[in-house]
C-alpha cells in the first residue's frame, strides 16, 4: 500500500484553497485576514489591519480532524476553524462556535484569486469594499 497523500485526509477543506475575508476588530473598522492551507499541511496567514499601517503574518502547520482545522505556530494552537460546506467557520478556545451578534462576520468563505472584489456582509455595514 503506498503513502496517502497528505491532502487525501483533509478532502473537504482542499476545497478551499485560499479564504480571503474581513473579519471585526476591536479597536480598528476591520480585518483582511487571508489563509492559505498547503497539501504539504502547513498554512501561510496573513492579517491586514484597516486604518494602521500594520500586517501580521505567521505561518505554520495545521490539523484537520472531525471537520476541525487547527493552526499550530511554534507549538502552539494559534486558530481554530470548523468546516462547514466551503467555509471556515471561527470557534473559540473551547472549540464553540463565535457566539454574539458578530458570528456572522467570523467565517473565512472560499475565494476565487483572480476575482478582484472581495466585498463580503461586512462591508456594507463599514462602508468599505476591499479591492485587490
Known sequence: MGVVPPHAKYPVIWSIPITDSFLPCADCPGISYTLELEKSGRYHLTMDYYDRESTFTEDGKFT?????????????????????????????????????????????????????????????????????
Open 64 to 132: 484537520y480532524e472531525n471537520d476541525k482545522l487547527n493552526l499550530y505556530s511554534d507549538g502552539k494552537i494559534t486558530s481554530r476553524f470548523e468546516s462547514e460546506g466551503d467555509k471556515l467557520i471561527s470557534l473559540d478556545t473551547d472549540d464553540n462556535r463565535i457566539q454574539s451578534e458578530l458570528a456572522p462576520y467570523y467565517i473565512l468563505y472560499k475565494t476565487d484569486p483572480d476575482k478582484a472584489n472581495l466585498c463580503r456582509p461586512i462591508d456594507t455595514l463599514l462602508q468599505r469594499c476591499r479591492i485587490k
